[in-house]
């Protein structure tokens, strides 16, 4: 943790197959669950 409520640390994802994709998922401290979306789009 940062400071409160503020993490850090790395999200290794597949590559992107399509013109946009979003993964859905969680993030947990193993004490709490964060719902996550992230949006990635073709270059």
């Keep these: 943790?940062?400071?409160p409520d503020v993490y850090q640390g790395e999200i290794l994802?597949?590559?992107c197959a399509e013109?946009?994709?979003t993964w859905y998922g969680?993030?947990?401290d193993g004490e709490t669950?964060?719902?996550a979306a992230?949006?990635?789009?073709?270059?």
Excluded: F, H, T
């Design 38 to 43: 992230l949006r990635m789009s073709a270059r």
């Design 13 to 15: 994802l597949p590559v």
């Design 33 to 35: 669950d964060i719902k």
């Design 19 to 21: 013109q946009r994709m």
């Design 1 to 3: 943790m940062i400071k």
């Design 26 to 28: 969680k993030v947990s």
